[in-house]
């Protein structure tokens, strides 16, 4: 599976973005789907995850109650909805794919990843 992600862009601190990935192929629903951010200098890390028809999400601790991962089988699409962006929300964003299920939170277990989009919360 092929994925694109968009919807990145500069943002003041508190506003909203957000995020969609579109995956190639049919057999997008067989794919748990995450996503995760790499700031400047620092390493990647687990942001967001959701299972393969949506029943389950997973979030980082920071960001509970401000994000949102959502999925739309039909569209072979994932969206990250980010509310009240903070400066630390700053980093390039990928989406990834793993093929069935998984524990979803480490980067390794994803086979596919899309190429990044950048987000940047001013203060």
């Known amino acids: 599976v092929q994925l694109q992600a968009c919807g990145g862009g500069l943002v003041q601190a508190g506003g909203y973005l957000r995020l969609s990935c579109a995956a190639s192929?049919?057999?997008?629903?067989?794919?748990?789907m995450g996503w995760f951010r790499q700031a400047p200098g620092k390493e990647r890390e687990f942001v967001a995850a959701i299972s393969r028809i949506g029943s389950s999400t997973y979030y980082r601790d920071s960001v509970k109650g401000r994000f949102t991962i959502s999925r739309d089988n039909a569209k072979n699409t994932v969206y990250l909805q980010m509310n009240s962006l903070k400066p630390e929300d700053t980093a390039v964003y990928y989406c990834a794919a793993k093929d069935g299920l998984g524990y979803l939170v480490q980067s390794y277990e994803y086979e596919h990843w899309g190429q990044g989009t950048l987000v940047t919360v001013s203060s």
């Open positions: 192929g049919r057999t997008f629903s067989r794919y748990s």
